[in-house]
C-alpha cells in the first residue's frame, strides 16, 4: 500500500508539475521568438549585426576626436588625442568697419599749397594726428602760411583755440632792410637807400678800408661793390658792411642758420632748437680772393653741405655728430672754444626780438585772441676770426626741404616735431581739434599746484593781507585769470620743449645780458615766475 500511495503521489505530483509547465510555456513562446530576433539583430554573426557595429564605433570615435582638448582628460583623467577634428570649411565675409573719429585740421595757404617744398610740414603733422582740410571752411584748428596770410586772410576774428604760425607784424623782424638798419652791437652798419646815402659816404669816407655790399630787400644779386658802382636811388636795397675777415673751415667761408621759435608776444617767450644748427659752407675757398666771384663770399643754393667738408665728413658720417657738433669738435681741434661762439648767437636773436616786440604788440591789439600766434623763423649769422658773430638777416618761411640736400630730412622733421610738441600742436591726449579739454583733464595737465611759486614769501605777511607789493604779484591768491592763462602755457611750454632752449625769459646763467628793469611789466612779470621756479627746479634755470 505504500508502494502504490507513494507511486500515486509522484505521478501527481508529475501531473501537477507539468501542468504548471505547461501553463508557463504556453504565453512564454512569442517573447521568446522576439528576444531571439533581437539578439540576431546585434549579433556578429549576422550582417545587419556587423554593419550596425562597424557603424556605432566609428560614430563614437568621431564624437570622442570633436570633444574640447580638456573635456575628455577631465572626465577620463586621460590625455587628449593630439588630433584635431576636421573643421568644416566656412567662407568668412570681412565687413569693413569705417572710423568716424575726428581729429584736429589744418590748412595751408601761399602760393603753392601743395608742393614739395612743405613735404616735410605735411608728414610731422600726419604723424601728429592732424589731418588737412580745404580753405573755404572756418573749421580748422591750425593755418600753416608759407606766405604773409594777414594781408589777404581775415583773421581778426579767429576762434580761441585757432592758431596760425605767423604774427601780425613779423615782417618788422624778418624784413631784410628794417633788420639791417636796426641798430644793434650784432649788426654790421648799414644804410637804407637813398634815404640815408649822405650817411653812408660820411661812413665809407671814415673807414677806407672796409668793404660794402648791395643787397636787395628779396636776397637777391648780393655783390661787393665799389662806391662808384652803387646805384644809389633804388628803393628797395640798403648798403651793409662786408666781414672781410671770416672764419673759415678748411678754407671755406660758412653761415649758420638758428631755428627760432617765439611762442608769446607780450609776455615775451622765446625758443631756440639746440638740436642742431643749419651749416652752410660757400662752394669756392674763400681764398684767394675775389669780388667778382660770389661764390667765395655768399652763400647761394649749391651751398656746400657739412658731410663734403673735409675736416667735418668724418665727424658727421663716421660718428654720426650733428652739423653743430661736428663744427664743435673741428673748433675744438684748432685750441678754440666754440662756447664763445654761441652765447653771442643767443643773445643777438634775444636783443632783436626784444627790440621789436614793442611794434608787434601793437598790431596784436587788433586781434580777438593774441594767443593765436606763434611763429617759427630761422636767424642767420656769420662769424669772423675772432670769433665775433653778426646777425645778418631772419627768414620769415626758412627753407624746408630737403630735395636739394637728402640728409637735410632729418634737421627739417625734428625741427618741426619739436616746434609743433612746443607750441601744443602735438599731444599725447586723444583729441578731435585744440579746443580746451574738460576740467579733469585740463587739470591733469596743468594744476594751481604746478604755477604756485614763493610758498614762504606768500604765506607771509604783507602777502597775507595785500597783493598790492610787487613781491606778492606771484602769490596764487593775487593771479587774475589772464596771469593764470599765461603762466599755464608757459608751464606746458616747458614741460614739451624737447630740444627746444628757452633763451627769453632769459636763463639764470645771462641774466647780466639783459636789463631786467627796462622790460615790460608783462615781461618782468614772467621773468619774475621762472626764476622763482628756478629756486626749487633747476630744469626752469
Known sequence: MTEKRKEVTKKADDHRSNTEDGIKTRPSKPIKRIDEDRGSFFDLRTTTGQILFITVTVTAVTLVQCLPKDALK????????????PQPEVQFVERQIVSHETRPKYWVFGRNPAGGHLLHVHNVLQRLGVDQTSNDTTDWDLLWAHDYPFRKVNLQRMKRHQLVNHFPGSGYITNKVDLSITKLEYIPAAFKLPAESTRF????????????????????????????????????????????????????????????????????????????ILFRYCPVPYYPFNASDVDKYIVGDDYLPTWEVPSLKQYYTKYGFGMKDSFDGYVRSMGRDPSTIWVQVEDAIRLLILKKESLLVGLLSRYAHKRNFFEMMRFDLVVDNKLKVYLMEANMSPNLSSAHFKPNRLLYEQVIYNLFQLVGVGSSIRRDSFHKQPPDTEAMLTSLKNLATAANQCS??????????????????????????DLQRAYREHMNRGDMKRIFPVPKNDQARVIYELLSAKNQFMSKWFEEKCKTDQSYC
Open 74 to 85: 577631465a572626465l577620463l583623467n586621460l590625455q587628449a588625442p593630439s588630433a584635431q577634428c
Open 460 to 485: 607771509e605777511l604783507p602777502c597775507t593781507e595785500s597783493c598790492a607789493p610787487v613781491e606778492c604779484q606771484l602769490c596764487s591768491t593775487c593771479l587774475e585769470e589772464n596771469d593764470l592763462d
Open 201 to 276: 659816404r660820411e661812413y665809407a669816407a671814415a673807414n677806407p678800408d672796409k668793404k660794402f655790399v648791395q643787397k636787395n630787400n628779396q636776397h637777391r644779386h648780393i655783390q661787393i661793390k665799389g662806391i662808384d658802382e652803387i646805384d644809389f636811388s633804388s628803393n628797395d636795397t640798403f648798403i651793409q658792411e662786408f666781414i672781410d675777415d671770416p672764419l673759415l673751415v678748411d678754407g671755406y667761408k660758412f653761415d649758420i642758420g638758428v631755428y627760432t621759435v617765439i611762442t608769446s608776444i607780450d609776455p615775451l617767450r622765446v625758443y631756440v632748437y639746440k638740436g642742431d
